[in-house]
């Protein structure tokens, strides 16, 4: 079993930056890609970005060049570096882990981010 525990949400004015930290606990070992989603209200859950355990990126359109997603193995943490932020990227935000092994997902219970004009 994996726990994620989400920290770094809050409210900032748009151009602002947050950062966004997960801690995963639990069997590591099992997990290989992370990643971020995030779900605005009234809308459906959306990926915001993913990285494998050897580092590969992958980014929703929305948020190229200005999300940065990184992660420290030895710490078992992945960060979410948010910068040039809209109020549309006003949103729970949920960390999210993959089992290499039998493809079971992990969320955490997730951090709000709320971008005010």
């Known amino acids: 079993q994996v726990q994620l525990v989400e920290s770094g949400g809050g409210l900032v004015q748009a151009g602002g930056s947050l950062r966004l930290s997960c801690t995963a606990s639990g069997i590591i070992s099992v997990i290989d890609a992370m990643g971020w989603y995030r779900q605005a209200p009234g809308k459906q859950r959306e990926l915001v970005t993913t990285?494998?355990?050897?580092?590969?990126?992958n980014y929703a359109d929305s948020v190229k060049d200005r999300f940065t997603i990184t992660r420290d193995n030895a710490k078992n943490m992945v960060y979410l570096e948010m910068n040039s932020l809209k109020p549309e990227d006003t949103a729970v935000y949920y960390c999210?882990?993959?089992?290499?092994?039998?493809?079971?997902?992990?969320w955490g219970k997730g951090t709000l981010v709320t971008v005010s004009s």
């Open positions: 999210h882990a993959a089992n290499q092994f039998n493809g079971m997902d992990y």
């Open positions: 990285i494998t355990l050897s580092g590969s990126t």
